[in-house]
């Protein structure tokens, strides 16, 4: 492989400096490229702060670059759900039967930031904060920028392009404008609901007011609030809610609106948030969609991965662990054919978009079982079981798990095999004499599958 080639990284996120840093340390001169200002400056600009869930796959790529102990030092382990249905008392769910399986709650911003700093450590890197990427020419690797602070315009190219510029990717859209060339499929489906982000502030003396290792659920059948848990002892609280109806958010229009369906809805949660009018009223609503397309790749020349090629809706979490992992593909793909790119951007995407297709499909099913199916009956046997299979045979996974847990795992196989062994539990679990049935016989039925 020849070193030191350049490459063109379109977006500073997650996904991008990820790229960078692992490029950078291959030898290859990267100059990376963000619209936004300098994340490290401060937390304005920072974009969507949402928490996310990082699990084994996403970590997978960090240790790649040497950042795993690193990145434990920002993290929150959460073992499993904390459910608490309306009228009930709140019940705890663990994500697996073994006590090893655990994902994260991490800060986007803290670790877009981490990312940052380690790639600008590397010579090989050059970062360049408020620049607009405003042309791409997908045959020659060129784009033309333009700088949003000295208002200059200018090119610039290099051996490949890169777009990690998420859902609204340049890369993306100049591909869509040669369809008939590329033969170019795009599809992009928003969900019925949005989301608005709430907090929870830590107690006075310092800590956590709810459980802290635990991912919570407030469902709700059609709306639901889930919380994950911050280094500081605060919770950020995502309200996944529709828009229309009599309670949309279309509909919660004043405080008096607001606080009656608080209080009908989540009173338990109320205790917690005295500020939450102001949060509601003052912080916006996030769209919720998922964007396939094929190809990824043109010419050799321009390539897009993470949400830039496979957007998907946050209800797995594994939007960002997703992203990582194309990193990880990615660079396995160099480590076979070197710096051939028209082979490296070929297979990429014939092993990944499968795949991307896949998480997006499980990301809208967990969508619904996290909203509707948590607090069922049927659904609260069938994850009991789940639990018990997982501790009787260590060689059972359960749909959860094998996305989760089984990083080696291709997505598109964790989804067949998972939707199968759901299938067969569900419909154990529906049967009134489901207690009767031995567990090395569902056991069986399991593995034949």
């Not at 997650?14 to 840093?21: D, E, N, R």
């Not at 969609?289 to 594994?318: E, N, R």
């Amino acid at each position: 492989m020849a070193a030191k080639k350049k490459i063109i990284i379109v977006g500073a996120g997650l996904c991008g400096s990820l790229l960078a840093l692992r490029m950078a340390q291959r030898g290859f001169e990267v100059v990376l490229y963000e619209k936004r200002d300098d994340l490290r400056k401060g937390i304005e600009g920072a974009g969507r702060s949402i928490n996310l869930a990082l699990s084994a796959r996403g970590l997978m790529a960090l240790d790649r670059v040497g950042l795993r102990k690193t990145i434990d030092q920002i993290c929150i382990p959460m073992k499993g759900r904390m459910i608490h249905p309306l009228g009930a008392e709140p019940f705890y769910s663990s994500y697996s039967g073994r006590e090893s399986d655990y994902i994260n709650s991490v800060s986007r911003t803290e670790l877009n930031i981490l990312l940052l700093k380690e790639a600008d450590f590397h010579d090989h890197v050059t970062l360049k904060f408020d620049t607009r990427v405003t042309e791409v020419n997908l045959e020659t690797a060129t784009i033309k920028v333009q700088d949003k602070v000295t208002g200059e315009n200018y090119e610039d190219s290099a051996a490949v392009v890169i777009g990690t510029d998420g859902a609204g990717s340049i890369v993306r859209k100049t591909m869509m404008s040669q369809t008939t060339k590329l033969l170019f499929n795009y599809s992009q489906n928003f969900l019925r609901h949005g989301y608005k982000e709430l907090s929870i502030l830590p107690e006075p003396e310092g800590g956590w007011k709810i459980e802290k290792h635990a991912l919570h659920i407030w469902p709700r059948g059609h709306f639901m609030i889930i919380a994950l848990p911050n280094l500081d002892g605060s919770f950020t609280l995502t309200m996944f809610h529709p828009y229309g109806s009599d309670i949309g958010f279309d509909a919660l229009d004043t405080k008096a609106k607001v606080q009656s369906f608080f209080e009908e809805y989540f009173p338990t949660l109320l205790p917690h948030v005295p500020h939450y009018l102001e949060e509601y009223f003052e912080n916006p609503v996030g769209t919720l969609g998922t964007i396939k397309c094929y190809p990824w790749q043109a010419y050799g020349k321009a390539l897009v991965m993470g949400d830039a090629s496979h957007a998907i809706v946050p209800f797995y979490g594994q939007g960002m662990n997703a992203a990582f992992e194309d990193v990880r593909v990615f660079d396995d793909l160099i480590e076979q054919y070197g710096a051939d790119w028209k082979k490296v951007f070929e297979n990429f995407q014939d092993s990944r978009a499968e795949n991307a297709e896949a998480i997006a499909d499980l990301a809208i099913d967990n969508f619904y079982e996290m909203r509707d199916k948590v607090d069922d009956e049927a659904f609260k046997r069938k994850r009991k079981l789940e639990m018990q299979l997982e501790q009787e045979y260590p060689d059972y996974y359960s749909k959860y798990s094998l996305v989760t847990f089984r990083p080696e795992l291709p997505y598109a196989e964790a989804k067949k095999k998972g939707r199968q062994q759901d299938a067969l539990l569900l419909d154990i679990c529906n049967k009134e004499d489901y207690m009767d049935v031995p567990l090395s016989v569902i056991y069986a039925k399991l593995k034949s599958l």
